[in-house]
């Protein structure tokens, strides 16, 4: 819910008290507005500003509050004001607290005047005029409702302006986050694309000349090379277009100020990138999973002249974890391992069951032998974006992987490592020591009962 004023109409409203304590002499004038724009049960009035400053009254950032204690004169016809009924009797000055001897409510009527903030049709509050040594005459009546009158329209200005602010914020946040969406799900598309590429290089270099298959394979790796510069001009797009954000599309209806309030409550609705929280896992075979990254990424690795490596260590155990979100932080992982380690180099892929922390857990370690991270950028390797010395060289990335890998881990109940140089859980034979990077992939295991 907004709240009912900003500093600066609150400011406005002491101007217009103002004119009336020291223009028309009023002993006291106060604006009340609703919670709410259009009123309802438990919508009750707060004192923005009692002029002269007699009472504490609300003030920007501050909690509601009711009436103040010394506002409890009998008003007619506005039920939103506690106070006695035209028979009470009031013996003492609500203001002074000195004795009166006025005994009804025609007194008050006539000293007392009270005037509705209405603006296109919406409540929003009234105004309080007192005069205790005289009664108000009509031209004073008529100044007292211009003052009221534009009270109005500024509050009616101040609640939409801050309407459109908040509106404008939800909107910013909501496109921050579908933007991220859309740059992970290019990222993950870039992993496929660049293995269909690498195959189609394959299958072309086996494909003899003359054999009707080899204009096929060509045309997988031109039109692999064609969606790879399409990605990129997107990619291309979507940055240069991320600090432009369009404004709200919804419009606030002429003469129904009650919409402010009522747009305003909407929240954003969030996308989820993949489906990996606890409603969603299932027991599965790590090594069905492995297995055909695996193979795959054998084929690249034969491509750049790299040696690659999977074992298996004893009896894994299967682990309850989302498939889908699990095969791509392997892919993305065993593709890093292959990308950052230069020809003649070793990737090394291993899962098996360790103890860490006293407790059993499925281990898999991904391990190159390859350029290595500096220890600056091990601080920020999970970082959204985040690159370090990578974004100088001439191999592409968008810093996403790592982030996207880390945070679907984390939601099946695991965990990533980073480790350079390379420090593999297990000893691996012939493995250079002081080179290279390892990943370790933790998940719990679980057992069914």
Same mark, same amino acid.
């Given at each position: 819910?907004?709240? *009912?004023?900003?500093?600066?109409?609150?400011?406005?409203?002491?101007?217009?008290?103002?004119?009336?304590?020291?223009?028309?002499?009023?002993?006291? +004038?106060?604006?009340?507005?609703?919670?709410?724009?259009?009123?309802?049960?438990?919508?009750?009035?707060?004192?923005?500003?009692?002029?002269?400053?007699?009472?504490?009254?609300?003030?920007?950032?501050?909690?509601?509050?009711?009436?103040?204690?010394? !506002?409890?004169? /009998?008003?007619?016809?506005?039920?939103?004001?506690? +106070?006695?009924?035209?028979?009470?009797?009031?013996?003492?000055?609500?203001?002074?607290?000195?004795?009166?001897?006025?005994?009804?409510?025609?007194?008050?009527?006539?000293?007392?005047?009270?005037?509705?903030?209405?603006?296109?049709?919406?409540?929003?509050?009234?105004?309080?005029?007192?005069?205790?040594?005289? *009664?108000?005459?009509?031209?004073? &009546?008529?100044?007292?409702?211009?003052?009221?009158?534009?009270?109005?329209?500024?509050?009616?200005?101040?609640?939409?302006?801050?309407?459109?602010?908040?509106?404008?914020? &939800?909107?910013?946040?909501?496109?921050?986050? &579908?933007?991220?969406?859309?740059?992970?799900?290019?990222?993950?598309?870039?992993?496929?694309?660049?293995?269909?590429?690498?195959? +189609?290089?394959?299958?072309?270099?086996?494909?003899?000349?003359?054999? /009707?298959?080899?204009?096929?394979?060509?045309? !997988?790796?031109?039109?692999?090379?064609?969606?790879?510069?399409?990605?990129?001009?997107?990619?291309?797009?979507?940055?240069?277009?991320?600090?432009?954000?369009?404004?709200?599309?919804?419009?606030?209806?002429?003469?129904?100020?009650?919409?402010?309030?009522?747009?305003?409550?909407?929240?954003?609705?969030?996308?989820?990138?993949?489906?990996?929280?606890?409603?969603?896992?299932?027991?599965?075979?790590?090594?069905?999973?492995?297995?055909?990254?695996?193979?795959?990424?054998?084929?690249?690795?034969?491509?750049?002249?790299?040696?690659?490596?999977?074992?298996?260590?004893?009896?894994?155990?299967?682990?309850?974890?989302?498939?889908?979100?699990?095969?791509?932080?392997?892919?993305?992982?065993?593709?890093?391992?292959?990308?950052?380690?230069?020809?003649?180099?070793?990737?090394?892929?291993?899962?098996?069951?360790?103890?860490?922390? &006293?407790?059993?857990?499925?281990?898999?370690?991904?391990?190159?032998?390859?350029?290595?991270?500096? /220890?600056?950028?091990?601080?920020?390797?999970?970082?959204?974006?985040?690159?370090?010395?990578?974004?100088?060289?001439?191999?592409? +990335?968008?810093?996403?992987?790592?982030?996207?890998?880390?945070?679907?881990?984390?939601?099946?109940?695991?965990?990533?490592?980073?480790?350079?140089?390379?420090?593999? /859980?297990?000893?691996?034979?012939?493995?250079?020591?002081?080179?290279?990077?390892?990943?370790?992939?933790?998940?719990?295991?679980?057992?069914?009962?």
């Amino acid at each position: 819910m907004l709240a *009912p004023a900003s500093s600066e109409f609150v400011a406005l409203c002491r101007e217009q008290t103002a004119l009336l304590t020291r223009g028309l002499g009023a002993s006291i +004038g106060i604006v009340y507005l609703t919670e709410k724009l259009l009123g309802g049960e438990g919508n009750k009035p707060i004192a923005i500003v009692v002029e002269p400053e007699t009472a504490a009254v609300w003030t920007e950032g501050q909690g509601y509050s009711g009436l103040p204690d010394d !506002i409890d004169a /009998p008003i007619t016809g506005l039920p939103l004001l506690p +106070g006695k009924s035209n028979g009470d009797r009031d013996d003492a000055d609500p203001v002074t607290g000195s004795a009166s001897s006025h005994e009804n409510s025609d007194w008050w009527q006539k000293h007392q005047t009270i005037v509705p903030l209405v603006h296109e049709g919406a409540f929003m509050g009234f105004l309080v005029a007192r005069r205790l040594d005289r *009664p108000w005459c009509v031209s004073e &009546q008529a100044q007292i409702e211009r003052i009221a009158r534009t009270i109005a329209i500024a509050c009616f200005l101040d609640r939409r302006a801050r309407w459109w602010e908040r509106n404008y914020q &939800q909107q910013q946040q909501l496109q921050t986050e &579908q933007r991220d969406i859309l740059h992970s799900l290019l990222h993950q598309f870039r992993n496929p694309l660049s293995a269909l590429k690498i195959f +189609g290089k394959l299958l072309l270099k086996r494909v003899q000349p003359g054999d /009707p298959s080899r204009d096929f394979a060509a045309s !997988i790796v031109t039109e692999s090379d064609r969606l790879q510069d399409l990605v990129q001009q997107f990619k291309q797009t979507l940055d240069a277009e991320s600090g432009n954000l369009a404004l709200p599309r919804a419009i606030l209806p002429k003469g129904v100020a009650g919409a402010i309030e009522l747009e305003s409550e909407k929240e954003p609705e969030h996308l989820k990138l993949l489906p990996a929280s606890e409603d969603e896992v299932s027991t599965l075979s790590v090594a069905e999973i492995l297995e055909p990254l695996v193979r795959s990424a054998k084929a690249i690795a034969a491509d750049g002249d790299l040696a690659l490596t999977y074992h298996l260590l004893g009896d894994v155990p299967p682990v309850r974890a989302n498939p889908q979100a699990l095969r791509e932080v392997l892919s993305n992982l065993i593709d890093n391992a292959l990308k950052y380690t230069p020809a003649g180099g070793r990737v090394d892929i291993q899962a098996g069951v360790a103890t860490r922390q &006293q407790e059993r857990e499925l281990a898999i370690a991904i391990s190159d032998t390859g350029y290595g991270i500096p /220890p600056q950028d091990l601080e920020r390797l999970f970082e959204r974006g985040y690159r370090g010395e990578k974004a100088n060289g001439e191999i592409p +990335g968008t810093g996403l992987g790592l982030a996207i890998a880390r945070e679907l881990i984390e939601r099946m109940g695991g965990e990533i490592q980073a480790f350079s140089p390379a420090q593999p /859980p297990w000893d691996i034979p012939n493995f250079p020591t002081g080179e290279g990077t390892t990943f370790v992939l933790w998940l719990p295991i679980r057992e069914d009962r």
